[in-house]
């Protein structure tokens, strides 16, 4: 079965970069669409971009200049880097995988637990 | 891009039905068949419950429908019961790669 579970620090002081992976475990990161998804607290999700099969990726327009999704495909892993965070980048994030041919076709499933990064000095 | 439409709330008694739209535009679901939407209770990790407009995964009870029309998508649970009691969050293709969340719907079961 597939899991896939969120690591990293979570606290990030503001203007400092968000570094967030992905472990997947039960099936190859080598196929389909892997996400990162947030949502900050009281708020709704946020779609923040995939990298997909041989590394191509995708971003939200309006993370795009902060955003890199990077994968490491020998440990099985993704990563997420934010650059220049401020408070209003606190939130949970997570991880997903797509498994479709089309972007946006199959929805996100599974999930990672999430993981809160709270920015503050 | 902004943020798909949906209502902040909805209730409804055991055992009735309860509808939640999900509002874009003519660049989002008013052209893709590619939406979506995920229940999420308190704490717990987000689960999709419809792809693709109106079908469901293996597992989601069949009182889970959904459709569209234009440019609004809805969701409809009927029979509720206390363990539908979460927010609920569409999504849809976006064109160029790109997706959109709704702003999310509080249900809440009386």
């Known amino acids: 079965q597939l899991q896939l579970q969120e690591s990293g620090p979570g606290l990030v002081k503001p203007s400092e970069t968000l570094s967030l992976t992905c472990t997947v475990s039960?099936?190859?990161?080598?196929?389909?669409?892997w996400n990162w998804i947030r949502q900050p607290p009281g708020r709704g999700l946020e779609w923040i971009g995939y990298?997909?099969?041989?590394?191509?990726?995708s971003y939200n327009p309006s993370l795009k200049s902060r955003v890199t999704i990077s994968a490491d495909r020998y440990k099985n892993q993704f990563s997420l880097s934010l650059r220049s965070v401020t408070a209003a980048d606190t939130a949970v994030y997570y991880c997903?995988?797509?498994?479709?041919?089309?972007?946006?076709?199959?929805?996100?499933?599974?999930w990672g637990q999430g993981t809160l990064v709270t920015v503050s000095s | 891009q902004s943020a798909l439409t949906q209502p902040p709330s909805a209730s409804g008694s055991p055992g009735q039905s309860v509808t939640i739209s999900c509002t874009g535009t003519s660049s989002d679901v008013g052209t893709y068949n590619f939406v979506s939407w995920y229940q999420l209770h308190p704490g717990e990790v987000p689960k999709l419950i419809i792809y693709e407009v109106n079908k469901r995964p293996s597992g989601v009870p069949d009182r889970f429908t959904a459709s569209k029309s234009g440019n609004t998508a809805s969701l409809t649970v009927s029979g509720l019961q206390t363990e539908d009691e979460a927010d609920y969050y569409c999504s849809s293709f976006a064109g160029n790669n790109n997706l959109v969340f709704g702003g999310g719907t509080k249900l809440t079961v009386l």
């Open positions: 997903a995988k797509e498994n479709a041919v089309w972007f946006g076709e199959f929805g996100f499933d599974p």
């Open positions: 039960g099936g190859s990161i080598n196929l389909y669409y």
């Open positions: 990298i997909y099969n041989r590394g191509e990726t």
